[in-house]
């Protein structure tokens, strides 16, 4: 009786898995059948205690699916079935300890639930999960009342331990419903070995051969080593396995599995049995056929019955049929081919145990197949599931991404805005006070020239202010002004074109713009690196068309690459960026890049002779969330937001060459003009 205990120590083992996510969490709910049972009386009992202790008109116990609550046991309250997302449990489940609310109207997270401002009018609230052994929250106990109130430290902790004697309750129930369906199988074991202590020698060699049998799900190693075993232990001339297989409104009978002496003639294939056939009947009632002499038997043979068993060469006849879980039927069938033959009781008993282990074996083996299916399709289930969910985080992230960058892109535009004015007004106005300074200099000199013996106080003031000087820096100085206004307006136009707010189609645009803009923007970041080393950036464009693409977008995909070739430049001695550009046509490109076709496309290549990346770190690189920046300095997603803009968006090509100590490349492929335009 030992294997039962190990399949009730493996059912009770089944409650200590951890319990970490949400889907975790709702298939325990469904392995406890915490969804559309029958109400339970025990559960009743604690319920109404619960009310009792907590002195509350109202308390349920309830489990929490994915979109609904389900109340398993209620006092003072008839609803049964709940929206998740209206429920005071649906905050219960995620606390550790007692979630109380003494005043529902004074607490702003509940004042206009529909269960506070309409019937049942509920005012006061406490609440425990349900807990089980493995951590998985099942749903809550909870207790409420029409009136604000509170609970005592002595009322929260029965509350907590009446909460542990519900889910012992429910892992009792759930243990006794699985030993009931073992009961069947655990009889049938205990009738095995008892009948296995009552046979005799003849039936160990059953016992060895059923183990023989059993120990393979093959159905073709199933059935040959029956037909084998039955052979010799009988010492019969023939033994068929036959298969009963339905035809429309007919049967055919198949002999699929032989075991024959040399001299015999073999049978495998179809066998002819007509309408009426006693052989067909027998294996079609389920019936046994015993003929000891074919030629004097009493049984109602058929004319084609006879031909065939004379055909086949056979003078004695034990048939025993057999029918699956499946509701498949069969036989075994013994030949005898040398004269009549007595088949005694005890070789009929054999015959008998052996085509039951053949059933079982069967049984077993589609069973087998059964399992591995469900569990095919389990594992696909599951891997749907986890890759749906890995692609809702994702999508998550990006969204927060994009819409940090479109705040950016909307600050970057207003500070832009904000700046244009003042700066147009200096600009405009400096050419007029460069021409009024002139001017008024051209007048001084004039009067020294005409009046060449100052005063003593003007000669002194003149000293004082250094006049010689001031005259010949005035010019300069206005002039240093027109190049900083002028500095500051292109500054300007770069933020605002790096933006491009009112660019959500596509546009023609010079993407060497884009480039240089983004480097504007980056230019503090050039200037000194960790290591002391100035950034030297080296461009090569080429000449290059008008790029129909998401301007915005792609500068986002500058910036990204630039930030991450300055990054890896930080600790570089001389450090330095190449930024290569070229136009690929149609007619010339080249096969390393053929993957986008029928089109112009540009290329742009981002390298630097940083310290590189293994291959490993290459083949993670667009995956959302890998980094290898420490914690803290990025996110994970730039790479992965870049592949989805140039590939996704664009209809193009990145990717990253990189060696160890010889730096990395990306690049960039986009069509001059996308086949398909996005919107």
């Known amino acids: 009786m030992k294997i039962p205990e190990l399949l009730l120590d493996s059912m009770l083992s089944c409650t200590t898995r951890p319990c970490n996510n949400e889907l975790t969490r709702l298939k325990a709910v469904y392995q406890f059948q915490g969804l559309d049972t029958v109400p339970d009386q025990a559960l009743d009992d604690l319920t109404a205690l619960a009310a009792d202790l907590c002195q509350t008109p109202m308390a349920l116990v309830s489990f929490i699916g994915a979109d609904r609550q389900l109340v398993k046991s209620n006092v003072g309250i008839t609803l049964r079935e709940i929206r998740r997302d209206i429920t005071f449990c649906n905050h219960t489940i995620r606390q550790s300890d007692v979630f109380v609310i003494p005043d529902t109207l004074a607490d702003p997270h509940f004042a206009t639930n529909p269960f506070v401002i309409n019937a049942p009018n509920i005012r006061f609230y406490a609440g425990v999960p349900l807990v089980t052994a493995g951590g998985c929250v099942l749903g809550t106990l909870c207790v409420m009342d029409y009136e604000p109130r509170d609970l005592s430290q002595k009322q929260q902790k029965g509350l907590q331990t009446l909460s542990h004697q519900v889910v012992a309750q429910l892992e009792l129930k759930r243990n006794t419903t699985k030993l009931r369906q073992m009961i069947p199988e655990i009889k049938q074991l205990k009738q095995q070995l008892i009948t296995q202590e009552l046979v005799g020698q003849q039936d160990s060699i059953l016992f060895n051969l059923a183990n023989q049998i059993r120990n393979s799900l093959d159905l073709d190693t199933i059935l040959q080593t029956a037909v084998n075993e039955i052979h010799t232990l009988l010492r019969v001339d023939r033994c068929d396995f036959v298969w009963c297989l339905p035809n429309k409104d007919q049967f055919n009978f198949m002999v699929t599995h032989e075991a024959t002496n040399p001299e015999i003639q073999m049978a495998l294939g179809e066998l002819s049995l007509g309408l009426g056939s006693v052989l067909a009947e027998t294996i079609l009632n389920l019936d046994m056929l015993r003929i000891e002499d074919v030629s004097t038997t009493s049984e109602a043979l058929t004319s084609e019955d006879r031909a065939l068993l004379h055909q086949l060469g056979v003078t004695s006849v034990l048939l025993l049929p057999l029918r699956t879980?499946?509701?498949?039927?069969?036989?075994?069938?013994?030949?005898?081919?040398?004269?009549?033959?007595?088949?005694?009781?005890?070789?009929?008993?054999?015959?008998?145990?052996?085509?039951?282990?053949?059933?079982?074996?069967?049984?077993?083996?589609?069973?087998?197949?059964?399992?591995?299916?469900?569990?095919?399709?389990?594992?696909?289930?599951?891997?749907?599931?986890?890759?749906?969910?890995?692609?809702?985080?994702?999508?998550?992230?990006?969204?927060?991404?994009?819409?940090?960058?479109?705040?950016?892109?909307?600050?970057?535009?207003?500070?832009?805005?904000?700046?244009?004015?003042?700066?147009?007004?200096?600009?405009?106005?400096?050419?007029?006070?460069?021409?009024?300074?002139?001017?008024?200099?051209?007048?001084?000199?004039?009067?020294?020239?005409?009046?060449?013996?100052?005063?003593?106080?003007?000669?002194?003031?003149?000293?004082?202010?250094?006049?010689?000087?001031?005259?010949?820096?005035?010019?300069?100085?206005?002039?240093?002004?027109?190049?900083?206004?002028?500095?500051?307006?292109?500054?300007?136009?770069?933020l605002r074109n790096f933006s491009r707010l009112d660019e959500a189609e596509m546009k023609a645009v010079d993407i060497h713009e884009g480039i240089d803009n983004t480097l504007l923007i980056l230019k503090s970041r050039l200037k000194l690196t960790s290591a002391k080393f100035e950034i030297q950036v080296i461009k090569a464009y080429e000449n290059l068309p008008p790029v129909d693409c998401y301007a915005g977008q792609l500068n986002q995909v500058f910036m990204n690459l630039l930030g991450n070739a300055i990054d890896a430049l930080d600790e570089t001695p001389n450090p330095i960026i190449t930024i290569q550009t070229e136009l690929i046509s149609r007619e010339s490109g080249s096969s390393d890049l053929s993957q986008v076709s029928h089109a112009d496309s540009v290329v742009i290549r981002i390298r630097d002779n940083g310290s590189g990346m293994t291959e490993t770190t290459q083949q993670k690189l667009f995956n959302p969330f890998f980094t290898t920046k420490p914690i803290g300095k990025g996110t994970g997603l730039g790479l992965s937001i870049s592949y989805q803009i140039v590939v996704e968006k664009h209809g193009g090509i990145l990717k990253c060459s990189s060696e160890l100590g010889k730096g990395s490349e990306f690049l960039i492929q986009i069509p001059v003009e996308p086949l398909v335009k996005n919107t």
Request: glycine share 6%.
């Open 325 to 494: 879980h499946s509701g498949q039927l069969g036989a075994i069938i013994c030949h005898h081919c040398r004269g009549s033959r007595q088949w005694t009781n005890s070789e009929i008993r054999l015959l008998k145990a052996v085509t039951d282990q053949v059933a079982i074996a069967l049984d077993q083996a589609e069973l087998l197949a059964q399992t591995r299916a469900t569990a095919f399709a389990a594992q696909t289930q599951a891997n749907y599931l986890g890759n749906a969910l890995s692609q809702l985080q994702q999508t998550q992230m990006q969204l927060i991404q994009q819409e940090k960058m479109s705040s950016l892109g909307q600050l970057v535009a207003g500070v832009a805005h904000e700046i244009n004015n003042p700066i147009n007004f200096i600009n405009g106005n400096i050419a007029y006070a460069t021409d009024y300074v002139r001017d008024l200099l051209e007048l001084l000199h004039l009067y020294q020239e005409t009046y060449p013996n100052a005063t003593a106080a003007i000669q002194e003031k003149m000293e004082t202010i250094d006049f010689d000087f001031l005259t010949q820096d005035l010019p300069s100085l206005l002039s240093s002004m027109r190049m900083g206004g002028e500095r500051i307006r292109q500054i300007v136009l770069s």
